[in-house]
């Protein structure tokens, strides 16, 4: 069993529409939780980090963790084409160097219609 | 700013040749990453500096040799590779300073897209 799971689509929505993500992770010692968004040929961009179980709102975007069921999820509210890419969730430990070993999931591709 | 630079961009090179990859920021991060990513899979991890040291050598073959001259530059030397070897390469920086949460988050730079013939 992968410590990260993710569906690696590929997911299409509408163009307006609200774009659902989710992982779930199974090593309950993860404490960082970050989501990147990575276009075709490009290097992954952070679009979230998050610490805490519950909700944080940036613009369109809202992370969503709950450490008791294990699960974290990305909504991305009025979707546009230029949305359309792949999207990683990613989780980390911290070492004593105050560094973090980044466990992916597969990645979901996004793919907007207008 | 949250900018890593890598180049080259594009690296085309045969199975003979020595070449290397170079990464910079100027953020003041003191952990640096070497990843390497294969299409439609996530980034792999192949090395890890903390504070100009090899901390994290992910079994990566010899063929791949990374040097840390200062803490703003990541070098990825390459030699004798194979097309299995083929892929995007990407670095990654962090604060990994103690105190504070979000030290740990790595900012990505935008990749080298290696082939190897």
């Known amino acids: 069993q992968k410590e990260v799971e993710q569906d690696p689509g590929p997911l299409s929505v509408p163009e307006g529409a609200i774009v659902s993500l989710n992982c779930t992770y199974s090593?309950?010692?993860?404490?960082?939780f970050m989501w990147y968004r990575q276009y075709s040929r490009k290097g992954p961009e952070l679009l979230m980090y998050?610490?805490?179980?519950g909700n944080k709102e940036d613009g369109r975007f809202t992370a969503q963790v709950d450490k008791s069921s294990k699960y974290i999820s990305l909504f991305i509210r009025d979707s546009q084409p230029s949305d359309s890419a792949t999207y990683l969730c990613?989780?980390?430990?911290?070492?004593?160097?105050?560094?973090?070993?980044?466990?992916f999931g597969a990645g979901t591709q996004v793919v907007v219609t207008p | 700013d949250t900018e890593v630079t890598q180049t080259p961009k594009h690296l085309v090179m045969g199975m003979t040749n020595k070449k290397s990859l170079k990464c910079e920021q100027h953020?003041?991060?003191?952990?640096m990453y070497w990843y390497k990513q294969k299409a439609k899979k996530p980034p792999e991890l192949m090395f890890v500096?903390?504070?100009?040291?090899?901390?994290i050598n992910e079994s990566v073959p010899s063929r791949f040799s990374p040097e840390c001259p200062n803490s703003s530059l990541l070098n990825l030397h390459l030699h004798a590779l194979q097309p299995e070897d083929s892929a995007l390469y990407l670095c990654?920086?962090?604060?990994?300073?103690?105190?504070?949460?979000?030290?740990?988050?790595?900012?990505f730079g935008p990749g080298t897209r290696l082939t190897v013939l």
């Open positions: 953020m003041g991060h003191r952990a």
């Open positions: 990613a989780m980390s430990v911290l070492t004593t160097d105050s560094w973090g070993k980044l466990q």
């Open positions: 990654a920086s962090s604060q990994a300073r103690s105190g504070g949460r979000g030290r740990d988050t790595q900012y």
């Open positions: 998050t610490y805490s179980s």
């Open positions: 500096y903390s504070y100009e040291k090899l901390s």
């Open positions: 090593n309950s010692a993860f404490q960082y």
